[in-house]
């Protein structure tokens, strides 16, 4: 199941475990990334918390969790070629890995047509 939060991070459902990335739109407005930060395993985080941090040419900007859990793994990848989440945000440019704390807190999220139809 995936779902998208209005800050424009995505999360992708398996079970009680979330994969947290940034949308294409995201990355297309920070332009080309060249820093990325990402949590320490075994790191909680609230719903909403900054969780993350990337640096882009332009600007940098927080990543927040879209639901609350404990990080359980970070990608490495995208911290030694941050230029992976400009050309697949939505595979392996994933951030990390949560295991939920509440899987209720997932019924909030907006589908992908509610996260299209706030683009406009």
């Known amino acids: 199941m995936l779902k998208f939060t ?3 991070e995505w999360v ?3 079970g009680d475990a979330a994969t947290v990335g940034i949308t294409q739109h995201a990355q297309e407005q920070l332009g080309d990334l060249v820093f990325v930060e990402l949590p320490e395993v075994g790191k909680r985080f609230e719903k909403g918390a900054p969780s ?3 640096e882009s040419v332009k600007a940098a900007s927080e ?4 639901i609350g859990g404990e990080v359980v793994q970070a990608n490495p990848t995208i911290v030694a070629d941050p230029s992976l989440v400009n050309s697949d945000p939505m595979g392996a440019g994933w ?3 949560l295991k939920l704390t509440d ?3 997932v019924d909030a999220l907006m589908d992908e047509a509610a ?3 706030l683009l406009g």
């Open 115 to 117: 996260y299209k139809e």
């Open 103 to 105: 899987p209720a807190e």
């Open 52 to 54: 993350a941090v990337v």
């Open 12 to 14: 992708r459902i398996e």
């Open 63 to 66: 990543v927040y969790a879209p």
């Open 95 to 97: 951030f990390y890995k």
């Open 6 to 8: 209005s800050e424009h």
